[in-house]
């Protein structure tokens, strides 16, 4: 008895459920609660926190813009975050298969992994540029501090030193010239920096069309992250769930550690007053609510499809409605955080090239490989800063792509179903990643950055927010609300608190279709610096955001066609009620309206499976208690 309990703690069941294993042994668990905490904190928390919060923050307004942002966490976020993973977790299934629930709408689960597919495509490929640079800071200088290198054009002038004078000369000619060099700081200047990104790491094509030749050591990183990516995930969330410890926590030490010696630096204050400072006009302007509304939603990465993964490896009676907050707090505060890393930096820089904040604020690659690179030659033993920064990027990065590639395979796997498919699912994996890694060759070009801000900008725009309206309506009005919340009371113990029933029902819809209207309204055709993308770029653009989208209808039509019915009528309406298989995963948790209609001369086994036996069957009254310390009393025919 001593060892079964042993056995039951070791998998994660609940302390009362002495009785019974709550393990889906066929499928998987996570080792523990905190695993997958990490796991999602690692998956919420990415490059956007780092180099796009901050940047939206001091555009809207400052400190001006943590209002709106906040409010749009509690009415927006939260409600949508916890939505998936009470979803994912009640049916133990991935972004395909929980579309038992209204079988008609499976296609919101392709496109979510469609999306997922171009996210993981690029965002490997960012990674693999944050590698290049951790490799190249392992030096005594960096190579983008000095503008006399063979990269470098005659425009090029640096912040520390001389431009193309060599440090033993010292004339008058070279004096001249750093004065002049000096002065011009404060107009627009091309720095080694920038000139090491556009000319020695990317050697840049004059066009999206010219792809030129493939940048080897980029490809090499690329190959690397795609390893360590594949290694971290080869046994799923067994593996991947170990790996967080160090991946999901150690950017926290780093940012801390980069904080510290940031405020420390003359020009810190101005920048983080730069960065803090409330204008409190600008939160009249419908901008800066469109801009925290969109930001919340794509921060924490809903739509995509992982937090639905992420949350089907629970055990059923895990406390998500309590993680669901953590987690959005968590990822938000971390948003924050990251602003006063970068800010207090580009004031120093800022203090030492005496021009405002303004002029060296930058966001996306340009803060990450450009900006905060340029400012991190003026401190002392720059290199160790240089590879704390890009180290965190890559942990950052990581963290993200480890989700994205686990809610493919899981997509895949349950979808398949098999037991072959389930034992082999690290060849699924290892597929997925070789077939990720070849997609993102095109990337490592001389036209690549064009590509990739391409994806960015459009195969993760517009669709997410269809997919997510698409998805509430599809579970609080088809599924039905009342169905969802009895079922979320089942897994829990407890219904759900009123104000996210509220929010479920209208509030998150309307600010969905809030933020598709901004982001319609507030279209710019993409540019990278002075490049204005042609026509026929912008039309695949377009057809990526749409390749996710209309896998909805069409597998809508594609599931009233198959359905039984002699009218059209008939068919949408056995298309779109539950399949006779949703519900939880395990047998022993299929209580109430799930309940089998089990025969006298049966038992059930852990996995749901009939095992016939001559003995009678005894009524069991189980003591079920949640993670929330809330016990509820169901009763299973054992």
């Given at each position: 008895?001593?060892?079964?309990?042993?056995?039951?703690?070791?998998?994660?069941?609940?302390?009362?459920?002495?009785?019974?294993?709550?393990?889906?042994?066929?499928?998987?668990?996570?080792?523990?609660?905190?695993?997958?905490?990490?796991?999602?904190?690692?998956?919420?928390?990415?490059?956007?926190?780092?180099?796009?919060?901050?940047?939206?923050?001091?555009?809207?307004?400052?400190?001006?813009?943590?209002?709106?942002?906040?409010?749009?966490?509690?009415?927006?976020?939260?409600?949508?975050?916890?939505?998936?993973?009470?979803?994912?977790?009640?049916?133990?299934?991935?972004?395909?298969?929980?579309?038992?629930?209204?079988?008609?709408?499976?296609?919101?689960?392709?496109?979510?992994?469609?999306?997922?597919?171009?996210?993981?495509?690029?965002?490997?490929?960012?990674?693999?540029?944050?590698?290049?640079?951790?490799?190249?800071?392992?030096?005594?200088?960096?190579?983008?501090?000095?503008?006399?290198?063979?990269?470098?054009?005659?425009?090029?002038?640096?912040?520390?030193?001389?431009?193309?004078?060599?440090?033993?000369?010292?004339?008058?000619?070279?004096?001249m010239r750093n004065i002049s060099?000096?002065?011009?700081?404060?107009?627009?200047?091309?720095?080694?920096?920038?000139?090491?990104?556009?000319?020695?790491?990317?050697?840049?094509?004059?066009?999206?069309?010219?792809?030129?030749?493939?940048?080897?050591?980029?490809?090499?990183?690329?190959?690397?992250?795609?390893?360590?990516?594949?290694?971290?995930?080869?046994?799923?969330?067994?593996?991947?769930?170990?790996?967080?410890?160090?991946?999901?926590?150690?950017?926290?030490?780093?940012?801390?550690?980069?904080?510290?010696?940031?405020?420390?630096?003359?020009?810190a204050v101005n920048g983080i007053?730069?960065?803090?400072?409330?204008?409190?006009?600008?939160?009249?302007?419908?901008?800066?609510?469109?801009?925290?509304?969109?930001?919340?939603?794509?921060?924490?990465?809903?739509?995509?499809?992982?937090?639905?993964?992420?949350?089907?490896?629970?055990?059923?009676?895990?406390?998500?409605?309590?993680?669901?907050?953590?987690?959005?707090?968590?990822?938000?505060?971390?948003?924050?955080?990251?602003?006063?890393?970068?800010?207090?930096?580009?004031?120093?820089?800022?203090?030492?090239?005496?021009?405002?904040?303004?002029?060296?604020?930058?966001?996306?690659?340009?803060?990450?490989?450009?900006?905060?690179?340029?400012?991190?030659?003026?401190?002392?033993?720059?290199?160790?800063?240089?590879?704390?920064?890009?180290?965190?990027?890559?942990?950052?990065?990581?963290?993200?792509?480890?989700?994205?590639?686990?809610?493919?395979?899981?997509?895949?796997?349950?979808?398949?179903?098999?037991?072959?498919?389930?034992?082999?699912?690290?060849?699924?994996?290892?597929?997925?990643?070789?077939?990720?890694?070849?997609?993102?060759?095109?990337?490592?070009?001389?036209?690549?950055?064009?590509?990739?801000?391409?994806?960015?900008?459009?195969?993760?725009?517009?669709?997410?927010?269809?997919?997510?309206?698409?998805?509430?309506?599809?579970i609080m009005y088809i599924y039905?609300?009342?169905?969802?919340?009895?079922?979320?009371?089942?897994?829990?113990?407890?219904?759900?608190?009123?104000?996210?029933?509220?929010?479920?029902?209208?509030?998150?819809?309307?600010?969905?279709?809030?933020?598709?209207?901004?982001?319609?309204?507030?279209?710019?055709?993409?540019?990278?610096?002075?490049?204005?993308?042609?026509?026929?770029?912008?039309?695949?653009?377009?057809?990526?955001?749409?390749?996710?989208?209309?896998?909805?209808?069409?597998?809508?039509?594609?599931?009233?066609?198959?359905?039984?019915?002699?009218?059209?009528?008939?068919?949408?309406?056995?298309?779109?009620?539950?399949?006779?298989?949703?519900?939880?995963?395990?047998?022993?948790?299929?209580?109430?309206?799930?309940?089998?209609?089990?025969?006298?001369?049966?038992?059930?086994?852990?996995?749901?499976?009939?095992?016939?036996?001559?003995?009678?069957?005894?009524?069991?009254?189980?003591?079920?208690?949640?993670?929330?310390?809330?016990?509820?009393?169901?009763?299973?025919?054992?």
């Open positions: 008895m001593e060892k079964k309990v042993c056995e039951s703690m070791q998998n994660g069941a609940v302390l009362g459920e002495t009785t019974k294993k709550d393990e889906n042994i066929r499928r998987g668990n996570w080792g523990n609660q905190i695993e997958f905490v990490l796991t999602s904190v690692g998956y919420a928390v990415g490059l956007g926190n780092v180099w796009r919060f901050p940047y939206l923050c001091y555009r809207n307004g400052g400190g001006a813009f943590m209002f709106p942002y906040f409010i749009m966490l509690v009415f927006c976020g939260i409600p949508l975050f916890f939505l998936e993973l009470s979803f994912g977790q009640f049916a133990s299934l991935g972004c395909l298969g929980v579309w038992k629930v209204s079988p008609m709408f499976k296609g919101v689960g392709y496109g979510m992994m469609v999306v997922s597919t171009y996210i993981g495509i690029y965002y490997n490929v960012v990674i693999c540029i944050a590698f290049y640079y951790f490799f190249m800071s392992m030096t005594n200088v960096l190579p983008w501090t000095y503008c006399n290198n063979p990269w470098n054009t005659k425009d090029c002038s640096g912040v520390v030193g001389s431009s193309y004078a060599n440090a033993s000369i010292a004339n008058t000619s070279t004096l060099e000096l002065v011009n700081h404060t107009a627009k200047r091309t720095s080694p920096s920038e000139e090491y990104w556009k000319y020695h790491v990317l050697n840049i094509s004059d066009d999206i069309g010219h792809f030129g030749e493939v940048r080897l050591p980029i490809l090499g990183c690329l190959a690397a992250s795609w390893v360590v990516v594949f290694l971290c995930l080869i046994r799923g969330v067994k593996s991947s769930g170990k790996v967080v410890y160090f991946t999901a926590t150690f950017p926290y030490v780093v940012l801390t550690v980069l904080f510290i010696r940031g405020i420390t630096l003359d020009g007053k730069y960065y803090l400072t409330p204008q409190w006009k600008m939160i009249l302007d419908a901008k800066v609510w469109g801009d925290a509304a969109s930001q919340i939603f794509y921060s924490l990465g809903c739509a995509w499809g992982g937090l639905i993964t992420m949350a089907s490896y629970n055990k059923f009676h895990n406390n998500c409605y309590r993680d669901s907050i953590i987690i959005s707090i968590t990822n938000c505060a971390t948003s924050v955080y990251a602003g006063f890393v970068i800010f207090s930096i580009l004031g120093f820089m800022a203090h030492h090239l005496g021009v405002d904040v303004a002029d060296v604020a930058d966001h996306g690659p340009g803060l990450a490989f450009v900006a905060y690179p340029e400012a991190l030659t003026l401190l002392p033993i720059s290199p160790l800063w240089s590879l704390l920064f890009f180290f965190m990027l890559i942990l950052l990065g990581l963290g993200t792509q480890f989700c994205l590639l686990e809610t493919l395979v899981t997509a895949i796997v349950d979808e398949i179903g098999t037991d072959w498919i389930i034992r082999n699912k690290t060849y699924v994996t290892l597929g997925v990643a070789v077939v990720g890694f070849l997609l993102g060759v095109p990337l490592t070009s001389q036209a690549g950055i064009y590509w990739l801000l391409l994806m960015d900008n459009y195969a993760a725009s517009f669709s997410l927010v269809i997919i997510s309206c698409i998805m509430c309506v599809s039905g609300f009342h169905n969802y919340f009895k079922d979320v009371e089942m897994m829990l113990g407890f219904p759900p608190p009123i104000f996210f029933r509220i929010c479920w029902r209208f509030v998150s819809p309307a600010i969905i279709s809030f933020i598709l209207v901004f982001t319609v309204v507030q279209y710019k055709p993409i540019t990278y610096n002075d490049y204005i993308y042609p026509g026929w770029s912008l039309i695949i653009g377009f057809l990526m955001a749409l390749s996710s989208v209309i896998c909805i209808p069409i597998y809508a039509i594609y599931k009233i066609w198959t359905s039984e019915g002699t009218t059209f009528l008939e068919r949408v309406k056995n298309a779109l009620k539950p399949d006779p298989s949703w519900g939880p995963a395990l047998q022993e948790h299929r209580t109430g309206r799930y309940a089998p209609n089990v025969s006298s001369g049966s038992n059930l086994n852990q996995e749901g499976q009939l095992l016939h036996t001559k003995e009678k069957p005894e009524e069991v009254s189980l003591m079920i208690q949640g993670s929330n310390d809330s016990a509820h009393n169901p009763e299973a025919s054992v």
